[in-house]
């Protein structure tokens, strides 16, 4: 009787008469709390999986694959304390009420699952004698369909709603002869209420449950059983295989699907999740399967996670991806556990070092025909097992390469098989941008592979002025490589880090003793901020190499409303958004040589104001370099008149001084900080 | 104002401690800047250059320079500020004789008990393949840095890598 008792309160509490049911005398207070609770308090975020004989059931972040056991054991909701194991399959969540559905078979009967996972079965409502493993909850028609193929099954549904005079019972659709499809899994598109499968054969199918009709979309490109099934609210379809646990879309490993349709699968700022910073084309963001890790455990501060497998000592989590050009990879978390050792040329050894505080299993691609996808040949190292701490690791780069810059992924983690992209329950993944080269060269950094050295001018020439140096302040790196027949190759990389300049200002960098016809112009790649730069940056006209990086650097950057300058005020211009990248090839090599930051200096914006002692705005012809470098060739040289403070003398080979000896343009081997503005 | 001259005695100090390092500047007693000297007048030498006439009043902004700038120091023409200097390097490395090798020169490395070392390659300045187990290159190095530490690569992975420093003046 206790029984019946608590199956009629369960059946009122399904049956939305619960608010009623308070006055049921059977039930104690502490009863009715435990059947309050019953229902999800909302729609999880993650999916869940069911498997085994005596299932478990699995949070799955849809992420990155990671999981964990919601339930070890589905206990039955029948109030005995002897209760034995339940064995669920065809799963659904129900949006409408926040109840899990799926056929119970030691009921053999539908049911619903409550969020401390007993089974509650609907009643005695099974109109087969057959249990089902396929099934899903329509959200549309709030009802839960199961289905199995056979003239003795078929298509039914299950009305889930209590308002309905058939809520509760079992209909029946389609016959299983009529409705043939060698299906695991059938999930209901969130919005549409179509449902979709993938049978053994590998085809698509759409089908309307309404009337069991079905259409063939195609063939996937894969075959097999596939026992889970999802969509998520964006209408992505999500199929796992059962032979191999592949996950097609998303990365899930077992059995028996289902998930909250309408929970966008999303990563906030508070996910576990560490993303790739590469271009989208390699597969980085989650919309592409991007490579990504789960990261267990709780970070040390903010977003920053120090335990675990990872790469270096830190990781960070991410929101998403911060694809190039938009990455991270400055914050000081995200590309720290790689070491460049080598170079890295085509059918040599190269060397990296790996940072993996907590040893994993690694893996590296390199894109060495630079397309823009980690293809053919590009995985250089597979699953290679990491001791704890530092690792040296030597890979072959391929015969072929494509010389110049590209990407190479570095993936850690307890798993092994990984693939380029797609989900990792944990460990890390660093995208890098390198440089390819086709043979063995003398390559020169300067100052350093990972430093800069800072350039600040003063653009009052030939006045002092406000003497603050930071009228233009650029960070640069360069690269030069040699063979034995001399210079092949240039590289500058750098940014913009301030501009306190009342002016408008250029920004240009000279190759000293280079000839601008000695520069192959078709080889030159140029980027701003990530994105290539079609226009040559290859000053024409010109009998010298002169890189024009900015005609006006106001053009892009911007301090912010209220803010006159670049960074030199609080507040104004927080990211160096002007970042550069510039490559050239010589025609042929050059027996020359140049060094450092080569020559670079500020000049006037054409047709801009350059201050009220200029007849006319001396634009181009206007150039301030650093102390006692030549102006170039595009500088007026009746500019130097002894005007102002300048002191320069062609004739001695003192340029841009004073008459106290000091510059109009420093150089500082670092990242130096500059002054805030004087005003 | 009190601004005004906490961001010029920055500047100012970020300047003398830059040239107290890269040599020996002399700096002018209680002589006052030079910052008023004037434009030269249109009736001397502005015409036929691209400069106008213009007083130092008109470009008032000049006399509000504070005494403190700068401009009190006093340098050599000839001192160019150069904040790096090449340095020679020659290695001979018989191991790598007959075989292919190459070398990677750092600044930040720390010399381990063992006499391996622990290297930061994000301090490297130099790659360079050894030819007949020879290189002579120059590096230019920012002037803080006083040593390098050479990393020779053999192709031969069985080869462990070899270590050199390098000190300079």
């Known amino acids: 009787m206790h029984k019946i008792n608590q199956r009629k309160a369960a059946r009122l509490l399904a049956s939305g008469l619960f608010i009623t049911g308070v006055s049921l005398t059977p039930l104690s207070s502490a009863m009715a709390q435990q059947f309050a609770a019953t229902a999800f308090s909302e729609c999880p975020h993650d999916a869940f999986l069911t498997q085994g004989a005596q299932s478990r059931t699995f949070g799955i972040d849809l992420v990155t694959g990671d999981y964990k056991i919601e339930a070890n054991k589905h206990r039955l909701f029948n109030g005995n304390k002897r209760a034995k194991n339940g064995r669920l399959n065809g799963l659904g969540f129900n949006y409408n009420d926040n109840f899990v559905y799926g056929w119970s078979y030691r009921h053999g009967q539908p049911a619903r699952i409550h969020n401390d996972w007993t089974i509650e079965p609907l009643g005695n409502i099974n109109i087969t004698n057959n249990n089902f493993y396929v099934g899903d909850v329509s959200i549309p028609e709030n009802r839960y369909y199961v289905y199995r193929r056979g003239h003795r099954y078929g298509l039914f549904y299950i009305d889930l709603d209590p308002a309905s005079d058939t809520y509760h019972q079992m209909h029946q659709v389609v016959d299983g002869e009529t409705m043939d499809l060698r299906i695991a899994d059938i999930a209901f598109h969130p919005t549409t209420g179509a449902a979709y499968a993938v049978d053994r054969s590998g085809y698509l199918f759409k089908i309307d449950a309404a009337n069991g009709t079905y259409e063939n979309l195609g063939h996937t490109g894969q075959s097999g059983t596939f026992g889970a099934a999802y969509f998520d609210t964006y209408g992505n379809f999500y199929i796992s295989r059962n032979k191999d646990g592949k996950i097609f879309r998303i990365s899930l490993q077992f059995n028996d699907g289902f998930r909250c349709a309408l929970a966008p699968i999303t990563v906030g700022q508070d996910s576990h999740v560490d993303f790739g910073d590469a271009p989208d084309s390699y597969g980085t963001s989650l919309a592409t399967n991007g490579a990504r890790h789960g990261l267990p455990g709780q970070p040390q501060y903010e ?172 960070q640069l790196r360069t690269y030069t490589y040699e063979t034995s027949l001399g210079l092949t190759r240039v590289e500058i990389e750098g940014r913009i880090a301030a501009s306190g300049a009342f002016y408008r200002n250029g920004f240009g960098i000279r190759l000293p003793g280079v000839l601008r016809s000695a520069i192959d112009e078709s080889s030159i790649e140029y980027e701003i901020a990530g994105r290539k730069i079609d226009t040559s940056p290859l000053e024409a006209g010109r009998n010298e190499a002169i890189f024009i990086i900015a005609e006006n650097v106001f053009e892009h950057v911007l301090g912010g409303p209220g803010c006159a300058y670049y960074r030199t005020q609080p507040g104004c211009g927080a990211p160096m958004e002007f970042e550069f990248k510039l490559s050239a090839h010589l025609s042929t090599p050059q027996d020359v040589q140049i060094s450092g930051v080569f020559d670079p200096f500020l000049f006037a914006t054409p047709g801009e104001w350059h201050g009220a002692h200029f007849v006319s705005p001396p634009g181009r012809s206007y150039e301030v370099h650093l102390k006692n470098q030549a102006p170039t060739e595009a500088f007026d040289m009746s500019l130097f008149a002894g005007v102002g403070q300048d002191a320069s003398d062609p004739a001695t080979g003192q340029y841009f001084v004073t008459d106290t000896g000091m510059p109009w343009g420093l150089e500082i081997g670092s990242e130096w900080l500059y002054p805030e503005r004087y005003d | 104002m009190k601004t005004k001259q906490l961001l010029t005695y920055t500047t100012c100090s970020a300047l003398a401690l830059l040239v107290a390092a890269c040599g020996s500047p002399s700096v002018e007693g209680e002589a006052g800047p030079n910052l008023a000297a004037a434009l030269p007048n249109q009736s001397e030498s502005a015409q036929g250059t691209p400069y106008v006439a213009i007083s130092d009043e008109e470009l008032g902004w000049r006399a509000d320079v504070p005494e403190t700038a700068t401009a009190n120091l006093q340098v050599e023409d000839s001192f160019d500020f150069a904040t790096s200097r090449n340095a020679q390097v020659d290695m001979n490395v018989p191991a790598a004789a007959s075989v292919e090798a190459e070398a990677t020169f750092c600044t930040n490395y720390t010399k381990l008990p063992d006499d391996t070392y622990e290297v930061d390659y994000n301090s490297c300045v130099l790659q360079a393949p050894l030819n007949g187990g020879v290189l002579s290159e120059q590096i230019s190095l920012v002037n803080q840095h006083a040593s390098v530490l050479a990393v020779v690569w053999f192709q031969d992975e069985s080869m462990q890598p070899m270590y050199q420093e390098f000190h300079f003046e």
């Open chain 1, 303 to 474: 977003n920053v996670f120090s335990t675990g497998v990872r790469l270096g000592w830190s990781v960070d989590s991410e929101g998403g991806a911060y694809s190039s050009p938009l990455s991270d990879n400055d914050q000081g978390h995200d590309e720290n556990g790689i070491r460049f050792a080598t170079s890295l040329i085509g059918n040599r050894v190269a060397r990296v070092e790996v940072q993996a505080p907590e040893g994993g299993i690694l893996s590296i691609w390199l894109d060495t025909d630079r397309n823009g996808v980690f293809d053919g040949n590009d995985q250089v190292v597979t699953d290679q097992v990491m001791n704890d701490g530092y690792n040296l690791v030597a890979f072959n780069v391929p015969a072929e390469v494509e010389p110049g810059e590209t990407w190479a992924r570095f993936r850690i983690s307890s798993t092994a098989g990984l693939a380029a992209t797609g989900g990792a329950p944990d460990g890390e993944v660093e995208d890098h941008q390198v440089k390819l080269l086709p043979e063995p060269a003398t390559v020169s950094i300067y100052p350093s592979v990972g430093g800069y050295s800072t350039v600040a001018f003063e653009d009052n020439w030939p006045l002092v002025g406000d003497y603050d140096m930071n009228d233009l302040v650029a």
